[in-house]
């Protein structure tokens, strides 16, 4: 069996999908730290993202993340999250 090593994943090419569950899943990995470290503003566009694309749970999962976070944060996330949807 190979051993999947997360830091060497590609996450461009995971969420070029546009699946609403594998953006979700992005978005707890960056929430977790699961791909190393905590990144809020990361989680936050994901799972934005994916609330765009119709997945209810990752709507309360960035309200979760954002109550945490600065507005800075939020505003800067929520750019983040336009410009991809604008790419892809």
């Known amino acids: 069996m190979a051993r999947y090593d997360i830091h060497e994943a590609d996450f461009a090419g995971m969420a070029s999908s ?3 569950e594998t953006l979700f899943e992005l978005g707890l990995m960056y929430a977790t730290g699961r791909n190393g470290e905590v990144d809020v503003v990361a989680a936050h566009k994901w799972l934005n993202i994916a609330a765009f694309r119709g997945l209810d749970i990752a709507k309360q999962r960035r309200e979760e993340i954002a109550s945490e976070m ?3 944060e939020i505003a800067r996330a929520q750019r983040e999250a336009r410009d991809w949807i604008t790419k892809h």
Do not use: E, M
Request: proline share 0%; aromatic share 0%; glycine share 16%.
């Open 18 to 20: 546009g699946n609403a």
């Open 70 to 72: 600065t507005r800075d």
